[in-house]
């Protein structure tokens, strides 16, 4: 059974820092791509960010690009997303997936969702 559990979210001012983590147990880690998708009340949800198998290519939108990094640790089967100079426009629920490739994140590649954290920026 595929578990995919975020944790790190919470509240922060407007200029601060999160670091979300996210660990998967029952696949496989290290030949899926993984990605940051977030959904804010009532808007589509987005993907933020996307990091292939290795770690050697990673994809930003452009809203959090500079801000905001990507990374995964194979050896501990779990996918990071450091998150600086929030803004109240990043305030949503933050979601962890694992793609079906090894290299893409569309939300057509995805496998397995986790439940999601909420990051809530105040201004």
């Known amino acids: 059974q595929v578990q995919v559990v975020e ?12 670091r979300l983590s996210c660990t998967a147990s029952g696949l496989i880690f290290d030949v899926h791509a993984m990605g940051w998708f977030r959904q804010a009340p009532g808007r589509e949800r987005e993907m933020v960010s996307c990091i292939n198998w290795r770690g050697g290519r990673t994809y930003y939108a452009d ?43 569309g939300s057509r590649d995805i496998s397995y969702w986790g439940q999601g954290t909420q990051v809530t920026v105040s201004s």
Do not use: H, W
Request: with cysteine; proline share 2%.
């Open 7 to 18: 944790s790190g979210g919470g509240l922060v001012q407007a200029g601060g820092s999160l």
């Open 63 to 105: 809203s959090v690009k500079g801000r905001f990094t990507i990374s995964r640790d194979n050896t501990k089967n779990t996918l990071y997303l450091q998150m600086n100079s929030l803004k109240p426009e990043d305030t949503a629920m933050y979601y962890c997936a694992a793609s079906r490739t090894v290299d893409t994140c």
